[in-house]
């Protein structure tokens, strides 16, 4: 049987859209990791549940880089924070750009820089 | 709106690519030393100042006085309490920024609104720091922040960048601010191009005080 939840006690969603920087290629799993241990590290474990971060494996485009994280609107500032505090991934240098935040993936996509 | 980064601590071509990449209209390169280098080409806004980083309250004062003509931005990294209490109190300063460990306080944080000094919120503090010293940094800042807000002190946020890999995008040093509790408003002024475009006017030579220009 699926849960149902009433409309107006969903969480609220942002998108945000990165891209990331680095010395080589990296993999969506090695992604993962930076981005749930950095939110973890900087809004500790009871912020990270709080902040429910998913990020979006399909949208994940390992050639340009770019990836899709779901957060509560609530923690967008937090998140991005977070983010910006990433400094390297195992050995390698590297960095997040958040490209944009929006509050649907369709609104995300067109708005999305080329 | 224009978006401009006034603390980066280094000058190369990549330094410059990757601030353009990232959406600054601008940025502000600090050097320590007094002779004035040739800034990299780009299409960005690519301005110079000077960074007086001392202990010493009255060289941080003569430093400042001296650069003033010749510089655009000049910024001052208050190591001790002394130091950033006379920054405050010179007008000739144009940021402020408190050294680790370095508070400021109520008196200072006028002194700055009455003299145009805007207060600097390094980011690079917290990238180069980890856990106990990230933490201690960061109460600093929102005690810093509080004040700022209270008295709406001019305030900077800046990268504080010493390679492109610690340089961060305007939305990002936004989140940072709001992350502070200051107000989005304050923090579009902070980060807009007003400072560099009065300290252009005033080194153009026509300007006279505020208000007063020769034509």
């Known amino acids: 049987m699926k849960l149902k939840r009433m409309p107006s006690l969903r969480d609220k969603k942002r998108y945000i859209t990165f891209r990331l920087h680095s010395e080589k290629p990296v993999s969506y799993s090695e992604m993962k990791d930076a981005v749930l241990g950095s939110i973890a590290g900087w809004l500790g474990e009871n912020g990270l549940s709080a902040a429910s971060p998913r990020i979006i494996r399909n949208l994940w485009n390992e050639k340009r880089q770019e990836g899709w994280l779901s957060v509560s609107h609530r923690a967008v500032d937090g998140v991005m924070m977070s983010l910006a505090l990433v400094r390297q991934i195992g050995e390698m240098r590297a960095t997040f750009q958040v490209l944009r935040v929006s509050g649907t993936i369709k609104s995300g996509k067109s708005k999305m820089p080329k | ?215």
């Not at chain 2, 579009?188 to 030579?205: D, P, Q, T, V």
């Open chain 2, 1 to 215: 709106m224009k978006s401009y980064d006034y603390c980066i601590l280094a000058s190369s071509d990549e330094i410059i690519r990757k601030a353009e990449g990232l959406g600054w209209d601008g940025v502000c390169i600090l050097e320590s030393g007094t002779a004035v280098k040739e800034m990299p080409r780009s299409r960005m806004d690519v301005m110079k100042g000077l960074l007086i980083e001392t202990a010493k309250p009255d060289e941080a004062r003569s430093a400042a006085q001296r650069a003033r003509k010749i510089q655009e931005i000049v910024a001052v990294r208050g190591l001790n309490e002394d130091v950033n209490r006379i920054a405050s109190e010179t007008p000739e300063v144009d940021i402020l920024l408190p050294g680790p460990g370095a508070r400021i306080d109520f008196v200072m944080v006028k002194l700055a609104r009455k003299n145009n000094v805007a207060v600097g919120f390094d980011f690079s503090q917290l990238l180069h720091s980890s856990r106990r010293e990230r933490s201690s940094a960061f109460s600093v800042m929102l005690e810093n922040a509080k004040i700022v807000k209270k008295f709406g002190a001019p305030f900077v946020l800046t990268s504080g960048a010493v390679s492109e890999w610690d340089l961060r995008a305007p939305s990002e040093l936004a989140a940072f601010g709001r992350v502070l509790g200051l107000d989005a408003p304050s923090i579009r002024e902070a980060m807009s191009g007003k400072m560099a475009e009065e300290n252009r006017k005033r080194l153009g030579g026509k300007w006279v005080m505020p208000g007063v220009e020769v034509e």
